[in-house]
């Protein structure tokens, strides 16, 4: 490693240590890394080559290893098969993150085991979507996606949910200033009648009693206009609220 880099790497190192972080990180021939004697996490020839084959391309690791700095030996804690990957693809040098305080090999044993054991899980419909988004077939290769993966996505249909839209139909009226104006006084007025009371949405079944009231006022007072048949069933709609509520207004 160049002198440049190692001192910019010592610089680094010393303000993380100055933030309180208890790691460093260092640029290292991955051959000089000493593997783990024992690892739990095994990884099939198929998805060996591909991690190696994404290496080559990279050329070099997108996720780093965990070491552990023995006086100068670096063992790996995580990562092996990304260290070996490294190795086959022919990397002279990778980043890896190291701790150098003192540990039991118990220590390093957890460290191992909780980095392989504690993952996290795909949510299949996402992943299913940004696999999808993948059109070219280097691409698909370098995601990783292992055959079970790919059948179980397969299974996953998409199905479009509507927003449930109510059947209603719509009545425009149109009033004049003053019949607007007492319009907005009635509903004032019903407001502090019922404010304790619930409310609820009318449901479709008050059309056909409202279109029946209309027809009856416009039969009633000689009524043609809409309208007016709507301002002649808010003042009929005042004086019975003013009958029961006497005193209100």
Known sequence: MEEKALQALDSLNALLEAQGQPYKLALLDPSRLKLSDKNARYMDKTTFDQLMSNIKRDGGLTSVPLCYNDGGVFSVLSGNHRVMAARAAGLEEILVMYVDRSMTRGEKIAIQLSHNAIVGKDDMVILKSLWEELEDIDQKLYA??????????????????????PDFKVIVLAFFPEDAEMLKALYKDIELVFSGDENYILSRNTYDPAFALFADVKEKYAIVNNAAAGGMIFKLARGRLDELYPGRR
């Open 144 to 165: 990783g996606l292992d055959s079970e993966t790919l059948k179980e996505l397969e299974k996953l249909e998409f199905t479009s949910i509507a927003e449930a839209r």
